[in-house]
Every structure is written in structure tokens, then in C-alpha cells.
T-cell receptor, first 109, second 111 residues
Framework: GENVEQHPSTLSVQEGDSAVIKCTYS??????FPWYKQELGKRPQLIID?????GEKKDQRIAVTLNKTAKHFSLHITETQPEDSAVYFC????????FGAGTTVTVRA | EPEVTQTPSHQVTQMGQEVILRCVPI?????FYWYRQILGQKVEFLVS????????KSEIFDDQFSVERPDGSNFTLKIRSTKLEDSAMYFC?????????FGSGTQLSVL
């Protein structure tokens, strides 16, 4: 099955700086790569996703890049704000989603 | 905006008891899922359901687990004889195509 590795496990950034989270996946058949944000005690919420026919996608301060050859994808958050503090999960799938272990992002004011 | 709804939000049960977790997926979605998350850990896939049958299940989803879509709106997860290690947050999710939308979860505590 699919194995998704996510790094780093924790990330602390100064407000206004950028945050980058990286994931690798094992199954070359995976073709869909979403990112979820989970605030404490709440449900994971889809923030951005990318399909395998696209190399980069951007939505305001959030961008995701995908390198299918290397089987890795990354989440970039620019101009971080305190409300960006949360756990971020990457996932990969051909059919069912397999999640990474999560990155706890803390934005320092 | 449509949401996946789950009930109850919290469930406390004794080991060996049966529990049923309930979900109402988003109405035009065709694919339904159960995931669970042990405190502080990753979200783990349990089972997917499409066209009134299980399409895939994980090793966690053993004979103690079952799912059902008893009518046109509800989707349930039953644990027949709960174990201590079943304590977790259980998320239902649904999708129209690829992006999953999660419910707010049921926190299951097995004592």
C-alpha cells in the first residue's frame, strides 16, 4: 500500500515568515495529493489539493508543488499569521487516502 | 455550505459493548469513508464504501467492525465488541470525486 512520509514533525516560524512542509510517497500510481489543516480538537479541513497532471498550484498564501519523478510534494505557506498555527497533514491516493504523520506548525507573534 | 454531520460527538462505553457511530454524508456525494485518529497521531483509513458495498478496508477493520447505509442518508460504523485500543476519534468522510470532506468526529472512549 501507499506509504506517506512527512517532514518536519514540528515547525516554528516567526509571523510573516514562510513555512514549508515536505512529503514523499511510495506508490507511483498515486495521482491525487491533498493537504489538510487540523486545529486542536477539530476535524481535518481540506485546504488545497493537486493532481498528478499539474506541477504547482497556488491559492492566496498557500501553494503546493509536486514532483512526480521524485515522488515528493510540498506545502508552502507565505506571510504566516497566528491563525495558521495548526497540524497540517499531507495525503496521497490513487483511490483511498493515505495520510502523513502530520506537522505541528506554530506561528510566533 | 453542506457539511458531513456525525453523532454522537462523544461516546463512552464499557469494554465488550457494542457501539454504533452515525454519519450523514453530504447529499450528492457517492463515496463514503471512516477514518480514525488516536490522540496525537495520524489519521488512519478504516474503510471505504461505494455503491452500497465496501470498496476497500484496512487491517484495522477486522471482523469486529461493520458499516451500513441503512437508508438514503445515513452511514453507520458498528463496533461489535469494543476493546480499550478502539478509543480514538472516529471521522466519517464523504466525497463526490477525490477531495474528502470530514465530519466533526465522534470521540469514542472505551473504559
Amino acid at each position: 500500500g501507499e506509504n506517506v512520509e512527512q517532514h518536519p514533525s514540528t515547525l516554528s516560524v516567526q509571523e510573516g515568515d514562510s513555512a514549508v512542509i515536505k512529503c514523499t510517497y511510495s506508490d507511483s500510481a498515486s495521482n491525487y495529493f491533498p493537504w489538510y489543516k487540523q486545529e486542536l480538537g477539530k476535524r481535518p479541513q481540506l485546504i488545497i489539493d493537486i493532481r498528478s497532471n499539474v506541477g504547482e498550484k497556488k491559492d492566496q498564501r498557500i501553494a503546493v508543488t509536486l514532483n512526480k519523478t521524485a515522488k515528493h510534494f510540498s506545502l508552502h505557506i507565505t506571510e504566516t499569521q497566528p491563525e495558521d498555527s495548526a497540524v497540517y497533514f499531507c495525503a496521497a491516493s490513487e483511490y483511498k487516502l493515505s495520510f502523513g504523520a502530520g506537522t505541528t506548525v506554530t506561528v510566533r507573534a | 455550505e453542506p457539511e458531513v454531520t456525525q453523532t454522537p460527538s462523544h461516546q463512552v462505553t464499557q469494554m465488550g459493548q457494542e457501539v454504533i457511530l452515525r454519519c450523514v454524508p453530504i447529499s450528492n456525494h457517492l463515496y463514503f469513508y471512516w477514518y480514525r485518529q488516536i490522540l496525537g497521531q495520524k489519521v488512519e483509513f478504516l474503510v471505504s464504501f461505494y455503491n452500497n458495498e465496501i470498496s476497500e478496508k484496512s487491517e484495522i477493520f477486522d471482523d469486529q467492525f461493520s458499516v451500513e447505509r441503512p437508508d438514503g442518508s445515513n452511514f453507520t460504523l458498528k463496533i461489535r465488541s469494543t476493546k480499550l485500543e478502539d478509543s480514538a476519534m472516529y471521522f466519517c468522510a464523504s466525497s463526490e470525486d477525490r477531495g474528502l470532506f470530514f465530519g466533526s468526529g465522534t470521540q469514542l472512549s472505551v473504559l
